[in-house]
């Protein structure tokens, strides 16, 4: 009797530890620099996850993620730069070869990430909270610079393909309703 209570309070506790890394926060990571993170420090504020790459048709969206960034970091938002070498391998470099790239070409000043996996086998937990089955918009991350929106409450609220702009109505409408949300 007492060897099934503890199976099942050890089996309650699985459950909410599986439940509770669902929760974007929970999810380990590393910064640009190789140092564990992860988003708890963004807790509290409108987040826009892009993945990212150098070598892209869609790299000089950096120069309006940097825009809307700028407009809006004082507000209670960021923009975070996931790093992705999935799609044609078009962010072939080192972490230190993407900051350089980023601040001399673009001078990116929003908080990057180690370069990770969206999609297959090795993908992310970060992107298996954003586009796996049972995200509020599922479905793979088709290229590079697609763009999931987070609110203070830390749900997913929009999902953006690689062609929306975040200098565009939509995506900045999307944003400011977010941030107007408390």
């Not at 290229?143 to 702009?165: E, H, M, P, Q, Y």
Request: charged share 25%; hydrophobic share 35%; proline share 5%.
């Amino acid at each position: 009797m007492k060897l099934l209570a503890v199976l099942a309070l050890l089996g309650c506790l699985g459950v909410v530890t599986a439940r509770s890394a669902q929760k974007l926060t929970d999810i380990p990571l590393k910064d640009i620099n190789g140092k564990d993170t992860s988003l708890k420090a963004y807790e509290g504020k409108v987040l826009l996850i892009v993945n990212v790459a150098s070598k892209c048709g869609y790299t000089p969206q950096y120069k309006s993620l940097e825009a809307v960034y700028e407009k809006y970091k004082d507000k209670g938002f960021e923009v975070l730069g996931f790093p992705c070498n999935d799609f044609g391998s078009q962010e072939p470099g080192s972490n230190d070869e993407i900051k350089e790239f980023c601040s001399s070409k673009y001078s990116v000043t929003f908080p990057m990430f180690d370069k990770l996996h969206v999609k297959g086998a090795q993908q992310h937990p970060l992107y298996t909270a954003l586009s796996g089955k049972d995200a509020p918009y599922p479905g793979d991350v088709k290229w590079n610079f697609g763009k999931f929106l987070i609110g203070r409450d830390g749900k997913i609220l929009k999902r953006f393909d690689s062609a929306a702009k975040p200098d565009s109505a939509e995506v900045t409408q999307a944003i400011e309703s977010a941030l107007a949300a408390k």
